[in-house]
């Protein structure tokens, strides 16, 4: 049997209808297409965090439960005293934990679409049904659809991303209030984009028993690490936590993160700076002739392209050095659709003259 039949007799249908997650190679470009802070340590920083490196035993295993860390990230992220953190290799690994978990025969997976591309991927790793629900021309929810789909769909998980992933909005308060109160199952609240919106659910953690939240430390300039953290009520979270695997935390990551959070002033400074660089961006963007832009409280702008086409225009950024992220091959609401990540002062006018060059 050739490679080609085993493959077709061994690999599910569905996953080989996926097409990979593709990350583009951004070498020598102006990179803002992952929602990636721009700005750097100071050198002080720097080295400071490279001594305590230095002293950390790599013959050894990491502290496989990040005991140190969970508390400092607890505090850290105002996490209520009576709930468990748990943590994973970004925000993409306690996603396919959290799946994991509850994935049995029949099981659905529910979230408003468009939304993060990773909650219906790992639904489709695990053999789980995805249900998207699409979101109203404004981005908002369409609560009628979503209420509908949950009692006809009993989803064991809902993915709600606060802020949404494109579309930088927030969703009604009152309105995920009501979705999390409804849903039979898990609902999760993403809030990867926290440090730009300022608003959270962290605080209603126990005062809804099924609710849990998660947070990245990706976008607050630590990507590198890939860390993501997962908080809610400890009976939940040990159950869940057993499907996680042994040492997923390196001990490089813990000491880093650990150091970070000693200096969360900073972390924070530039969480302010990049704010007022968005604001900044949009207003640029809005003043362009055939662009329309949507207000964002993430750290990335979603904009529309009018007369030229959006796949031209993302070519001719790129010709030009800049790289962005094009979604008009989602179709739907994203066709002609673009998203920027907001960079530095100086990255953004480079992007804006790029742009205005590509129109």
Same mark, same amino acid.
């Given at each position: 049997?050739?490679?080609?039949?085993?493959?077709?007799?061994?690999?599910?249908?569905?996953?080989?209808?996926?097409?990979?997650?593709?990350?583009?190679?951004?070498?020598?470009?102006?990179?803002?297409?992952?929602?990636?802070?721009?700005?750097?340590?100071?050198?002080?920083?720097?080295?400071?965090?490279?001594?305590?490196?230095?002293?950390?035993?790599?013959?050894?295993?990491?502290?496989?439960?990040?005991?140190?860390?969970?508390?400092?990230?607890?505090?850290?992220?105002?996490?209520?005293?009576?709930?468990?953190?748990?943590?994973?290799?970004?925000?993409?690994?306690?996603?396919?934990?959290?799946?994991?978990?509850?994935?049995?025969?029949?099981?659905?997976?529910?979230?408003?679409?468009?939304?993060?591309?990773?909650?219906?991927?790992?639904?489709?790793?695990?053999?789980?049904?995805?249900?998207?629900?699409?979101?109203?021309?404004?981005?908002?929810?369409?609560?009628?659809?979503?209420?509908?789909?949950?009692?006809?769909?009993?989803?064991?998980?809902?993915?709600?991303?606060?802020?949404?992933?494109?579309?930088?909005?927030?969703?009604?308060?009152?309105?995920?209030?009501?979705?999390?109160?409804?849903?039979?199952?898990?609902?999760?609240?993403?809030?990867?984009?926290?440090?730009?919106?300022?608003?959270?659910?962290?605080?209603?953690? %126990? *005062? +809804?028993?099924?609710?849990? @939240?998660?947070?990245? !430390?990706?976008? /607050? #300039?630590?990507?590198?690490?890939? $860390?993501?953290?997962?908080?809610?009520?400890?009976?939940?979270?040990?159950?869940?936590?057993?499907?996680?695997?042994?040492?997923?935390?390196?001990?490089?990551?813990?000491?880093?993160?650990?150091?970070?959070?000693?200096?969360?002033?900073?972390?924070?400074?530039?969480?302010?700076?990049?704010?007022?660089?968005?604001?900044?961006?949009?207003?640029?963007?809005?003043?362009?002739?055939?662009?329309?832009?949507?207000?964002?409280?993430?750290?990335?702008?979603?904009?529309?392209? %009018? *007369? +030229?086409?959006?796949?031209? @225009?993302?070519?001719? !950024?790129?010709? /030009? #050095?800049?790289?962005?992220?094009? $979604?008009?091959?989602?179709?739907?609401?994203?066709?002609?659709?673009?998203?920027?990540?907001?960079?530095?002062?100086?990255?953004?006018?480079?992007?804006?003259?790029?742009?205005?060059?590509?129109?």
């Amino acid at each position: 049997m050739s490679s080609e039949k085993k493959v077709e007799a061994l690999i599910r249908p569905e996953i080989r209808a996926l097409k990979a997650y593709h990350v583009p190679d951004a070498t020598g470009l102006i990179k803002l297409d992952a929602m990636e802070n721009p700005y750097s340590w100071p050198e002080a920083v720097r080295r400071e965090w490279l001594d305590v490196l230095s002293r950390v035993g790599l013959n050894r295993y990491p502290d496989p439960e990040a005991r140190v860390l969970r508390r400092r990230l607890q505090a850290a992220l105002a996490v209520p005293a009576e709930m468990d953190v748990m943590l994973g290799n970004g925000s993409d690994e306690l996603i396919q934990i959290v799946l994991m978990a509850v994935s049995k025969p029949g099981a659905v997976v529910l979230a408003p679409t468009p939304t993060f591309v990773m909650y219906q991927m790992v639904a489709v790793f695990l053999g789980m049904k995805f249900v998207g629900v699409p979101l109203q021309q404004d981005f908002s929810l369409d609560m009628a659809a979503m209420i509908k789909a949950v009692e006809q769909h009993n989803p064991a998980v809902i993915f709600l991303a606060y802020p949404n992933n494109p579309t930088g909005n927030l969703f009604s308060r009152a309105d995920v209030a009501q979705l999390i109160e409804k849903t039979p199952g898990l609902a999760v609240l993403d809030e990867a984009y926290h440090a730009f919106a300022g608003q959270s659910f962290m605080d209603q953690l %126990g *005062k +809804r028993d099924n609710l849990l @939240v998660l947070r990245t !430390l990706s976008k /607050q #300039g630590l990507a590198g690490l890939r $860390l993501g953290v997962l908080a809610g009520p400890a009976a939940w979270l040990e159950e869940i936590n057993k499907v996680r695997l042994p040492y997923n935390i390196g001990s490089l990551t813990q000491a880093s993160a650990e150091f970070a959070l000693t200096h969360l002033a900073l972390l924070e400074e530039q969480a302010r700076q990049i704010r007022q660089d968005r604001e900044q961006l949009f207003q640029a963007l809005s003043r362009l002739s055939g662009i329309h832009a949507w207000p964002s409280l993430a750290n990335f702008i979603l904009f529309r392209t %009018g *007369k +030229r086409e959006a796949d031209h @225009v993302f070519e001719s !950024l790129r010709a /030009q #050095g800049v790289l962005i992220k094009n $979604l008009n091959g989602v179709g739907g609401m994203l066709k002609g659709c673009l998203r920027v990540t907001v960079g530095t002062p100086e990255e953004n006018s480079a992007f804006l003259k790029a742009l205005e060059a590509a129109l």
